[in-house]
């Protein structure tokens, strides 16, 4: 059955549905029609999802677009969600993932978005596989990328025992031997938190230490070390550390290793489209989630610096909220 554009977007679950079982002839279909829906969420974890629900809820149809790549993949226990504490991050994505698919509106395609573009009503997103969809509006969850610094087994022990935050892994190394690898205001930040949690802490600045007086005053008083030796490796058990490395040859045993890591977008298409990024980097999003171009939203690490699983669920509910407001006002 060949549908007609309106009768794709009229039916436009229908029709994907069937067009995503993958029979040769209906692939060959969506190569040459586009599939329009009411909003293409790029991302579909924890803020994509939670915007698809707010929307499926409210019987727009939504087609979330997902690579399978989020940040906290390799994490065993995701922590400080509640009604989710520990659980690990997979379960929680797959378990939200289930209760989104359950309202009819709402489509999930698996696959890389790889460009988008501006139509006269409204934009395009285009897949790797060669797909094109339609939607008067767009959001982007889609997350940023930890930029790894080249240091043996560092990669490996990422979200396991080197960590990025105290409240979502900090507990769990209470008391331990903790390194914080960064310098400046940044170490200082981290090292204020986690001097709560633990009294054993060391400043790994990799090069000359950053610090005022104050706040090398303030280190002394609390018992951090700073050691500004290069680190060439994290010597490890399945992604636990045992020694930090150092350029010459000596280590020191630790527990766990906070690490503050530079970021990348993961996706350049919001960018592309002309979005606003802030001076760190992320995309720009007013109180509703809009980004500087209109009919384009953002919502979870993308666009914000608090990264937690429950603060990109908010902001993807508040998306979806937002996004279903303005479809309303333009519509009714
Ligand atoms: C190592 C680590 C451990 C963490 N532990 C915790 C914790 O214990 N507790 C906590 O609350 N928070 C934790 N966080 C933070 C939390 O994981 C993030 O805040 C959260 O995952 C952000 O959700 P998001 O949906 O915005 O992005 P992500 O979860 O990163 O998902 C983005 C999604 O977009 C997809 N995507 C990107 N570009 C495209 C594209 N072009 N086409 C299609 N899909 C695309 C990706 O594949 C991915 O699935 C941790 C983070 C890290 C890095």
Redesign the pocket.
């Known amino acids: 059955m060949h549908l007609p554009r309106r009768d794709f977007i009229k039916y436009g679950t229908v029709a994907v549905a069937s067009a995503f079982k993958g029979t040769a002839s209906t692939k060959y279909r969506i190569m040459e029609e586009r599939i329009d829906f009411d909003v293409i969420i ?9 915007a698809a629900m707010a929307l499926g809820r409210s019987l727009r149809h939504v087609l979330i ?11 065993p ?5 509640i009604s989710h504490d520990g659980e690990k ?1 997979s379960v929680i ?1 797959e378990k939200a993932r289930s209760q989104v698919m359950a309202y009819p509106t709402v489509r999930f395609y698996d ?4 460009y988008g573009k501006r139509t006269d009503t409204g934009y395009e997103i285009g ?2 596989g060669g797909q094109t969809f339609g939607a008067k509006k767009l959001l ?5 990328k ?1 930029i790894m610094p080249d240091i043996t087994g560092f990669q490996e022990c ?3 025992s080197v ?3 105290p ?3 900090g507990y769990e190394y209470r008391g331990k031997k903790t390194a914080i690898m960064a310098n400046g205001e940044r170490a200082f930040h981290i090292a204020s938190l986690v001097h709560n949690l633990t009294d054993n802490v060391t400043i790994l600045t990799r090069g000359k230490a950053d610090f005022n007086t104050d706040q090398i005053d303030r280190l002394e008083k609390h018992n951090i070390q700073i050691i500004e030796t290069d680190v060439v490796k994290i010597a490890h058990e399945q992604g636990y550390v045992n020694q930090v490395v150092f350029r010459g040859g000596s280590n020191i045993h630790f527990d766990a290793v906070y690490a503050a890591l530079p970021f990348e977008q ?4 919001p960018a592309k489209l002309g979005c606003e990024l802030t001076d760190l980097g992320h995309i720009k999003v007013d109180m509703s989630q809009k980004t500087s171009i209109e009919g384009i939203f953002a ?6 610096m ?8 908010a ?2 509910n508040i998306a979806g909220a937002m996004i279903n407001h303005q479809l309303t006002e333009e519509m009714f």
Do not use: K
Not at 111 to 114: C, E, N, R
Not at 299 to 304: A, K, P
């Open positions: 790029v991302g579909g974890s924890y803020a994509g999802l939670s677009i997902d690579s399978g790549y989020p940040c906290n993949r390799q994490t226990h995701s922590h400080n969600f991050p994505a696959g890389l978005a790889v897949t790797q982007f969850a889609t997350g940023i930890d990422w979200g396991i960590i990025h935050c409240y979502c892994h993961h996706s350049d298409i919502c979870g690490d993308s666009s914000s608090m990264r937690s699983v429950a603060y990109a669920v902001t993807g």
